[in-house]
């Protein structure tokens, strides 16, 4: 979540039509299993990719707050070290004020963060290059690793200088798993071999796949378990494009 200028009083809590636009995808979608280390974002993360025939792909993504010490929300060793300019913009109100609603988000970036760690992607055609299910937990893995590890892999802050991509995942990493899917062992693919995420996806019909990507480090506290989240009524996956 990212806020910038002047949000009026009366501004709309977008989280409503997230949920709404949520409610209205006509395929399943997946979260991690509610458990007390992760408290789900309100506001999911949409990427939808157009042709003539109407929508081509659709992803939902959802990010996390994490608790370290999730019997106490409130225990200080739940936050992370902040600089002084950050802590100010959280704590200090303008004096034209904020909403509610933002006053409320906002202070999810005292905490760690699982940036757009549950994905699920729809693709009109699954013969489409990068389609398949390698391929796409490789593409969620390297989004990860590109835009919340740029340090530790050396790259510079500008993103348009990324020419080496030595660092980057590739489908030779991805092997053999098991996910547990609504209480349901299901056939995964997941990368272990990177130092810095552990990403695991499975395929959910011909047309989508679901992934996810954590921070290694938070291996210990969180179940990778994944739980269909409760939506409208689903249409087959295949009429999405046709309906745009």
């Known amino acids: 979540m990212e806020y910038s200028g002047v949000v009026p009083m009366d501004a709309p809590d977008p989280s409503i039509a997230a949920e709404a636009r949520l409610q209205s995808l006509p395929f399943p979608v997946f979260e991690l299993r509610p458990q007390p280390a992760l408290t789900r974002l309100p ?3 949409f990427t939808e990719i157009g042709g003539s025939a109407g929508s081509e792909e659709v992803s939902a993504d959802f990010s996390y707050t994490l608790w370290r010490y999730p019997d106490d929300h409130a225990d200080p060793r739940n936050e992370i070290e902040l600089d002084e300019a950050t802590r100010r913009s959280l704590e200090d109100e303008p004096p034209w004020g904020r909403p509610a ?11 760690p963060m699982l940036w757009e760690a549950a994905r699920t992607t729809w693709r009109a055609s699954p013969a489409r290059e990068g389609s398949s299910l390698d391929e796409q937990l490789v593409a ?3 989004h990860i690793l590109r835009n919340r590890f740029r ?3 050396g790259l510079s802050w500008d993103p348009r200088t990324d020419d080496d991509d030595a660092w980057a995942a590739t489908t030779t990493a991805v092997s053999d798993a098991s996910l547990d899917v609504d209480g349901e062992h299901r056939p995964a693919r997941r990368i272990d071999t990177d130092p810095f995420v552990y990403s695991i996806g499975f395929r959910v019909d011909e047309h989508v796949v679901c992934t996810t990507v954590v921070p290694r480090d938070t291996l210990p506290l ?3 378990a994944v739980t269909r989240l ?3 009524p689903q249409t087959p996956a295949r ?3 046709s309906e745009g």
């Open 239 to 241: 009429t999405l494009s």
């Open 43 to 45: 506001i999911a993360g």
């Open 151 to 153: 340090e530790e892999l």
């Open 140 to 142: 969620h893995t390297n």
């Open 230 to 232: 409760a939506t409208g």
């Open 101 to 111: 609603w933002l006053i409320e988000q906002v202070q999810a970036f005292r905490y």
């Open 222 to 224: 969180v179940d990778l």
